[in-house]
């Protein structure tokens, strides 16, 4: 069993972004949009997409795909028909701030956060 799963895992690789500054709910929008697709894909919509939680996860797109490299070092990219196994939103920490409001009263703000896992996965099995 143990070894099995120490398979599967070999084909995986993920990356992390933790505590960015956006709200998880627009950050869904943007990882909706590339959920199961090849990252050839998922790259070019990132790329021309015009919302700021592209950008981020763009860049963490490519951290993944440098962790799957540095796990399958002989391995070809090509070859490996990588795609976006996962890619899961849960908000972070909140950051809470009073605004003025009329008559002496104050409203909270509430400043959210997330954190996005992304997990890749291979269709072909790479021998390392």
Avoid: Y
Wanted: with cysteine; glycine share 4%.
């Amino acid at each position: 069993m143990a070894e099995r799963l120490k398979a599967e895992k070999k084909n995986l690789a993920f990356a992390k972004l933790n505590n960015c500054p956006t709200s998880p709910r627009k950050m869904r929008l943007v990882a909706d949009l590339i959920r199961g697709k090849k990252i050839e894909m998922a790259l070019a919509i990132l790329r021309f997409n015009q919302k700021e939680a592209s950008r981020r996860l763009e860049k963490l797109l490519m951290s993944a795909i440098a962790n799957w490299e540095a796990k399958n070092e002989d391995a070809n990219i090509e070859d490996a028909d990588l795609f976006i196994k996962e890619i899961r939103v849960d908000g972070g920490t909140m950051l809470k701030r009073l605004r003025p409001a009329p008559q002496g009263r104050a409203h909270r703000i509430r400043k959210r956060s997330n954190h996005v896992t992304l997990v890749l996965g291979s269709n072909n099995n790479v021998e390392s």
